[in-house]
């Protein structure tokens, strides 16, 4: 048995990534191999799974249903061209396994419709859309998202007949409520949870307690600007307007930022906007920092410090009350974690306010859209005096994004709808 995975985009590699490492744990004699529709998927790298085709890092960062121009830069960039020798890739790797062939899509539409093309036997997890876009669990959010829901799901019925072939093994959603929503349908429906969570531990937020010790801890944010060059330097210029109202608000607190910056990054342009706003170099001291990072970069200004660390993202979140966020698949992380964020819209091509804004329909009352970054510092105050409210968003995080696990129950699906075992 041979398994290709194709995803398409950062986020969903990471999380092909958690499950093709469970199918290797669950049977190593599977012969894995990869293709990335968008960007380079190093990711696989890790696990040194081969890509069996051409990748490339188009101009949109494979968001070119935001803008219209975004499609047309990509096409000059050469998408269509790509598209093309992909498909012939998936192609010629079906062709090749002799011995069956499952095709794994991780992701959206495109994925999906590649998976449908390749001829083979395919199972989907979407990643990209959830019911609670347009509705929750006592109904539709609007009357606006009940317009946009039409179709009966978020799921549009070109995207269910796909999901609805014979060759199709399985579908596995991101949460309950979307579950639900597909099995009105003739569809392989496994409500099996999030991958997304893998990996990253659910703790207990701090900034719940209500003690006098928790009056004087110091207070943590989690500085998320995205993965993807150039905007998230852009994004990184604009959450660090939201520093000085922070430092100002809590400087009582001792204000502690941690920067969760993608390995892709340089590190000289996020640099280059902290010296500009004021931040100083300092020496790292660990036994004052809550991460375990040797190259941590350590700049503090008044009574706060900012850390940039590119190698324990997930002590960051782990570490940190609050998120400052213009990104996706982080933010949901942080979310499942039971915390609050707060995101704030750029200027794309990912992190405009209709993502935003869409994104907090998705995760409910767990992120609160900040239109201006001086408008942070009210809204951490208004959430730290309601405790109830604090409370709500833990549950709820925990609700929308799942439990960790998903990946090895994925995994053994995969395997048993395959015949493998």
């Known amino acids: 048995m041979k398994v290709l995975c194709l995803s398409n985009g950062h986020g969903e590699d990471a999380i092909a990534v958690r499950i093709l490492e469970a199918l290797q744990q669950e049977a190593p004699t599977l012969e894995l191999a990869a293709l990335p529709i968008v960007g380079e998927g190093r990711a696989y790298e890790k696990l040194n799974i081969p890509i069996i085709g051409a990748v490339k890092q188009m101009p949109s960062g494979g968001f070119i249903y935001m803008e219209s121009k975004q499609l047309w830069r990509d096409v000059r960039g050469g998408l269509l061209r790509l598209t093309w020798e992909q498909y012939k890739a998936i192609r010629c790797w079906v062709k090749s396994s002799k011995d069956g062939a499952l095709v794994l899509a991780v992701g959206d539409l495109v994925p999906l419709l590649f998976a449908w093309l390749s001829g083979a036997s395919y199972a ?29 799901s978020v799921y549009y019925p070109w995207e269910r007949w796909l999901m609805s072939r014979k060759r199709c093994k399985g579908v596995f959603p991101r949460d309950t409520l979307t579950s639900k929503v597909l099995q009105r349908w003739s569809i ?60 100002q608000r809590f400087r009582g607190r ?7 910056i993608a390995p892709t990054l340089d590190l000289d342009p996020l ?146 709808v395959s015949g493998t075992c």
């Open 271 to 416: 640099e280059k906007s902290l010296g500009e706003m004021g931040w100083k170099p300092q020496p790292r001291n660990p036994l004052t920092l809550p991460i375990n990072d040797p190259n941590a970069l350590v700049f503090t200004q008044d009574r706060a410090t900012l850390v940039l660390t590119q190698s324990t993202y997930s002590d960051c979140l782990q570490a940190a009350d609050f998120a400052i966020a213009m990104t996706g698949t982080a933010t949901e992380q942080f979310v499942g974690l039971g915390k609050p964020a707060i995101a704030l819209p750029g200027k794309g091509p990912q992190c405009t306010y209709a993502f935003v804004e869409a994104q907090s329909r998705h995760l409910g009352p767990s992120l609160i859209l900040a239109p201006q970054p001086q408008n942070v510092a009210s809204i951490v105050d208004s959430l730290l005096g309601d405790p109830d409210r604090l409370q709500l968003i833990a549950a709820n995080g925990k609700q929308r994004m799942g439990q960790p696990g998903a990946a090895r129950k994925i995994a053994r699906c995969l395997l048993e």
């Open 188 to 247: 392989p429906v496994f409500d099996l949870g999030n991958p997304m969570m893998d990996g990253i531990q659910t703790v207990v937020t701090n900034c719940q307690e209500t003690d006098e010790q928790e009056e004087i801890r110091a207070l943590t944010f989690v500085l998320l600007p995205g993965s993807r060059v150039p905007e998230a330097y852009e994004n990184w210029r604009q959450i660090l307007q939201a520093t000085p109202l922070l430092m």
């Open 254 to 260: 001792s204000p502690l930022f941690l920067g969760a």
């Open 124 to 152: 989907f997890v979407g990643t990209a859309k959830s019911e609670y876009y347009l509705r929750d669990e006592q109904g539709w959010l609007s009357p606006k998202t009940r317009k946009e829901g039409w179709a009966g």
